[in-house]
T-cell receptor, first 114, second 118 residues
Framework: AQSVTQPDIHITVSEGASLELRCNYS??????LFWYVQSPGQGLQLLLK??????LVQGIKGFEAEFKRSQSSFNLRKPSVHWSDAAEYFC????????????FGSGTRLQVQP | GAVVSQHPSWVICKSGTSVKIECRSL??????MFWYRQFPKQSLMLMAT?????????EQGVEKDKFLINHASLTLSTLTVTSAHPEDSSFYIC??????????????FGPGTRLLVL
């Protein structure tokens, strides 16, 4: 079965600083990979996804993520964080069939300092 | 496009009552919908997979008689929490997977329903 690890439970960055949120997955084949963001009390918003092709994917709100097969990683990055980026971020994986539910990581809570 | 709605967004009920939560795909058809549960400061845990016109598939440890799922049409799935108890208080989120087209591999999430059982 696939699994997702987000090693950082909580990260604090200053506004304007760069950000990298880590995500490692465990799966026998190349999975479908996703990053979602959740504001307090809200549902999930899709930031970006990777299915195949270019390993650097661009998402909404200035986020990008890079798929590294050799490291089984799919880290999320943003060059300059805004205060509105404070939220919970979830990495998720789905089997290559794309027909089953997502398996989520435990999430990383991002706090942005002024 | 690809909007999923949930109703209600908030519900408070007495212990022993039943609560129905609706999940609708507003601008696409979804043969498959998923129900997740999220406890405070925790990740989402899959409860069940809802397939249009057939029985739902429940994850291990989820009581199918307590969490009744019905997927009567390609745009609507309902989750009924029967005889709710305080331990059922949680944030319930549904997602819908498009039946075809470019979005076939992407799940779109509803805004969630917060249930509080007194």
């Amino acid at each position: 079965a696939q699994s997702v690890t987000q090693p950082d439970i909580h990260i604090t960055v200053s506004e304007g600083a760069s950000l990298e949120l880590r995500c490692n997955y465990s799966y026998g084949a190349t999975p479908y990979l996703f990053w979602y963001v959740q504001s307090p009390g809200q549902g999930l918003q899709l930031l970006l996804k990777y299915f195949s092709g270019d390993t650097l994917v661009q998402g909404i709100k200035g986020f990008e993520a890079e798929f590294k097969r050799s490291q089984s990683s799919f880290n999320l990055r943003k060059p300059s964080v805004h205060w509105s980026d404070a939220a919970e971020y979830f990495c998720a994986v789905a089997p290559d069939t794309g027909r089953r539910a997502l398996t989520f990581g435990s999430g990383t809570r991002l706090q942005v300092q002024p | 496009g690809a909007v999923v709605s949930q109703h209600p967004s908030w519900v408070i009920c007495k212990s022993g009552t039943s609560v129905k939560i609706e999940c609708r795909s507003l601008d696409f058809q979804a043969t498959t919908m998923f129900w997740y549960r999220q406890f405070p400061k925790q990740s989402l845990m899959l409860m069940a997979t809802s397939n249009e016109g057939s029985k739902a598939t429940y994850e291990q440890g989820v009581e199918k008689d307590k969490f009744l799922i019905n997927h009567a049409s390609l745009t609507l799935s309902t989750l009924t929490v029967t005889s709710a108890h305080p331990e059922d208080s949680s944030f319930y989120i549904c997602s819908a997977r498009s039946s075809g087209g470019a979005g076939v591999k992407t799940q779109y999430f509803g805004p969630g329903t917060r249930l509080l059982v007194l």
